[in-house]
């Protein structure tokens, strides 16, 4: 099975800063590589997929990028609202596989 | 408006079965691979299973393999999670996900105790 590592597990970031996130997987995934929100008591959104394409509705803050085995999900400035855990997921192989998350906590 | 509502989730003994069920509205369901997912209390994401539009093919993780059975019945436009032998470590919100365009729903709860 394709193990998805993230780092760090926890992020300290002020408003208005930015955060970089990092996925590493465990052999290749080529390009097939989602990054999604998850906010306490909601359901996952998708932000990002193939990558680096944003979904529908996603601001332009949110970035992608990465091949093969290293991904990064960066933020460019952080709002009140990307205070969330963010998970990477691989659908290249199934099982498909998620991250165990990075929490993006207020400094 | 693409909706998933699932439904089905409660409080079963361990060794005890269960169906989920995901009403699909607003897209052509039968068009569309669909997959569950699932989340343990305070934990991160799981892959539980998957299936092609037509239901020709389906895919299951390692640790659901052999007690779980995906399905779908694209005239009522809905998908199927048959569970059985449930364990507690199967405790979780499981979501109805159509991954082409990242839909989730609600999640609907199972909570696996004697």
């Known amino acids: 099975e394709l193990v998805m590592t993230q780092s760090p597990a926890t992020l300290s970031v002020s408003p208005g800063e930015r955060a970089t996130l990092s996925c590493r997987a465990s052999?290749?995934?080529?390009?097939?590589l989602a990054w999604f929100q998850q906010r306490p008591g909601q359901a996952p959104r998708l932000l990002i997929y193939?990558?680096?394409t944003r979904a529908t509705g996603v601001p332009a803050r949110f970035s992608g990028s990465g091949s093969g085995t290293e991904f990064t999900l960066t933020i460019s400035s952080l709002q009140s609202g990307d205070f969330a855990v963010y998970y990477c997921?691989?659908?290249?192989?199934?099982?498909?596989?998620f991250g165990q998350g990075t929490k993006v906590e207020i400094k | 408006e693409v909706q998933l509502v699932e439904s089905g989730g409660d409080l079963v003994q361990p060794g005890g079965s269960l169906r989920l069920s995901c009403a699909a509205s607003?897209?052509?369901?039968?068009?569309?691979?669909m997959h569950w997912v699932r989340q343990a209390p305070g934990k991160g994401l799981e892959y539980v299973s998957a299936?092609?539009?037509?239901?020709?093919?389906?895919y299951y993780a390692n640790s659901v393999k052999g007690r779980f059975t995906i399905s779908r019945d694209n005239s009522k436009n809905t998908l199927y999670l048959q569970m059985g032998s449930l364990r507690v470590e199967d405790m979780a919100v499981y979501y109805c996900?159509?991954?082409?365009?990242?839909?989730w729903g609600q999640g609907t709860l199972v909570t696996v105790s004697s």
């Open positions: 299936i092609s539009s037509n239901g020709g093919s389906t």
């Open positions: 193939d990558t680096s």
């Open positions: 997921h691989q659908y290249n192989d199934w099982p498909y596989t």
């Open positions: 607003g897209f052509k369901f039968s068009n569309y691979f």
């Open positions: 996900v159509r991954p082409d365009g990242g839909y």
């Open positions: 052999q290749s995934v080529t390009s097939k």
